[in-house]
């Protein structure tokens, strides 16, 4: 089976750093990706990993460790605007369009 | 350019009726996989469509079928709805074997069975 855990909530302060961290336990791993989920809207892609380390693109960053099954979004300089669910998501070996998400973290930005 | 597009944006049904969610993928893309999220839960893999074919398919039983045509477009189609069913049904598209391709995805159908 695919198991993919996520903390269901965190709160953090305007121009602070928020890391969401992200563990998997699946069969066969292909990356994994992050996306954001604004509340009634699509889910958009953020960032993508398929090999160890660290990936920066801009104010997000994502890390992974293949050997742990660990991932973590590296939010920094947060606005208001980051508001939103992150969704962490891994990638079916054998079929590039099927992936498997997490529950969802949800990210509260305050003043 | 246009993204995923989904139709209709929300739904209402009654229990044992049937439902058709629309959707047309990004240009370009020639792959539709559709995915359900429940409240507070991730998207859920339903099943995928290249070539005019069902090419996959999640732990979804027989009540949810699908189609695609032959400009990519797709629906999807539930039977005999349970008061389970109700949740957000996102359409998602691709090139179909592109490693690093995300899925995008549309804005969903809300579909609420009562």
């Known amino acids: 089976g695919q198991n993919i855990d996520q903390p269901t909530e965190m709160t953090a302060t305007e121009g602070a750093i928020v890391q969401i961290n992200c563990t998997y336990q699946?069969?066969?791993?292909?990356?994994l990706f992050w996306y954001q989920q604004h509340a009634g809207e699509a889910p958009t892609f953020l960032s993508y990993n398929v090999l160890d380390g660290l990936e920066e693109k801009g104010r997000f960053s994502s890390f992974l460790s293949r050997s742990k099954g660990y991932s973590y979004l590296l939010l920094k300089e947060l606005q208001m605007k980051d508001s939103a669910s992150y969704l962490c998501?891994?990638?079916?070996?054998?079929?590039?369009?099927?992936?498997?998400f997490g529950s969802g973290t949800k990210l509260n930005v305050k003043p | 350019d246009a993204g995923v597009t989904q139709s209709p944006t929300h739904l209402i049904k009654t229990r044992g009726q049937q439902v058709t969610l629309r959707c047309s993928p990004k240009?370009?893309?020639?792959?539709v996989s559709w995915y359900q999220q429940a409240l507070g839960q991730g998207p859920q893999f339903i099943f995928q469509?290249?070539?005019?074919?069902?090419?996959q398919r999640g732990n979804f039983p027989d009540r949810f079928s699908g189609h695609q045509f032959p400009n990519y477009s797709s629906e999807l189609n539930v039977n005999a709805l349970l008061l389970g069913d109700s949740a957000l049904y996102l359409c998602a598209s691709s090139l179909r074997d592109r490693g690093r391709s995300p899925l995008h995805f549309g804005n969903g159908t809300r579909l609420t069975v009562t």
């Open positions: 240009s370009g893309h020639d792959t």
């Open positions: 699946t069969s066969g791993f292909n990356g």
């Open positions: 469509y290249y070539e005019e074919e069902e090419r």
């Open positions: 998501a891994v990638r079916d070996p054998y079929n590039f369009n099927k992936f498997y």
